[in-house]
């Protein structure tokens, strides 16, 4: 019986598996043409600084929308895009599309130095055409190099250190700052990191979410955001969703914040209305 249950659900293992490549596969094949399909597009989210409660910046974030799956989101599909290269072009292509559109969103709302935000990952770092192509899209985009911020999480550069560390240096050189995404996650020591050119770093939502239930997250917290200060780094919190933490972080004074509670992600013309709507706001 034992041996026959075994055998069963060694079956209904293998098939799963099975399962699971056809459709690593079929996705990876859809992405192949994703770029040419005009499925991608953009959302944006804002960052605000929480002294002033002004727009400091926009985070790009790659949506999929597939006529047939419906959007797809990019904790699927950027993983098969990483295993495949495909991230190499679809990299390419967020760079060049968020430089367009955060040069519309300035001219619109007179913020000529509102800052993007841009996810990398270190296999597009990495590849040797990675600085070429960034200089092509800067030049036609005529983009500020010192407007533009790349978010990198701290568990895929510690995979990658010795192989992103001079890229790092480079954009650097060419006044591009860097930001550690999803921080306190992957580990690593903060006297580790600033050995890295990065200036900011931006505290994953699993810590803001339980600032307030925990007061030991709480402590960790604020002794980052602390640390992080005194070695000259700025801290963003991610994934605040209520006024009781964004108070906190107020008082800790974490220098930005991001979240529902702020502003959702959304498209380049629904965040132009948005913002514009904000500002009237703050004008009446
Ligand atoms: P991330 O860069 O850490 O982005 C933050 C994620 O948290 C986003 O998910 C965002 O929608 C979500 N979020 C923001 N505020 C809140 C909040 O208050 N509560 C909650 N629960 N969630 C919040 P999204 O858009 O699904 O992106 C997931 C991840 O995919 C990103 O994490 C980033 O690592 C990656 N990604 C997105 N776009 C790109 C891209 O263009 N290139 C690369 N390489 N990675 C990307
Ligand atoms: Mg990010
Ligand atoms: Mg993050
Ligand atoms: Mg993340």
Redo the contacts with the bound molecule.
């Keep these: 019986e034992a041996k026959r249950r075994g055998r069963s659900q060694c079956q209904a293992f293998s098939q799963e598996m099975a399962q699971r490549v056809a459709r690593h596969h079929e996705l990876e094949q859809a992405l192949e043409t994703a770029i040419d399909r005009n499925q991608f597009w953009?959302?944006y989210?804002p960052q605000y600084d929480v002294a002033t409660g002004k727009v400091v910046a926009l985070?790009?974030?790659?949506?999929w929308q597939h006529p047939v799956w419906g959007s797809v989101?990019?904790?699927q599909f950027?993983p098969i895009?990483?295993s495949s290269g495909l991230?190499v072009p679809?990299?390419a292509w967020?760079m060049r599309r968020?430089c367009e559109e955060i040069g519309q969103v300035r001219a619109v709302l007179g913020e000529p130095e509102l800052r993007i935000a841009?996810?990398?990952?270190p296999h597009?770092l990495i590849h040797e055409d990675f600085l070429a192509s960034l200089n092509d899209t800067l030049r036609e985009c005529e983009a500020d190099p010192r407007l533009i911020e790349l978010?990198i999480?701290e568990t895929s550069l510690m995979d990658s250190v010795e192989d992103v560390l001079p890229i790092l240096t480079q954009l650097r050189e060419r006044g591009v700052s860097i930001a550690i995404?999803?921080f306190g996650t992957g580990f690593s020591s903060l006297s580790y990191l600033i050995r890295f050119p990065v200036q900011r770093l931006?505290i994953?939502?699993v810590f803001?979410?339980e600032i307030e239930q925990a007061d030991s997250q709480a402590t960790v917290v604020s002794a980052i955001i602390a640390m992080a200060h005194k070695l000259g780094l700025e801290v963003l919190a991610?994934?605040?969703?209520t006024e009781r933490q964004h108070h906190w972080l107020q008082r800790q004074k974490c220098d930005q914040a991001?979240?529902?509670?702020?502003g959702?992600?959304m498209s380049c013309a629904d965040l132009i209305d948005s913002l514009q709507i904000q500002r009237n706001l703050r004008l009446n």
């Design positions: 953009l959302a989210q985070e790009a974030l790659l949506r989101g990019p904790d950027i895009a990483e991230i679809i990299g967020v968020a841009i996810n990398v990952s597009q978010e999480t995404d999803d931006k994953d939502r803001i979410n991610e994934g605040v969703e991001q979240g529902f509670l702020l959702r992600p």
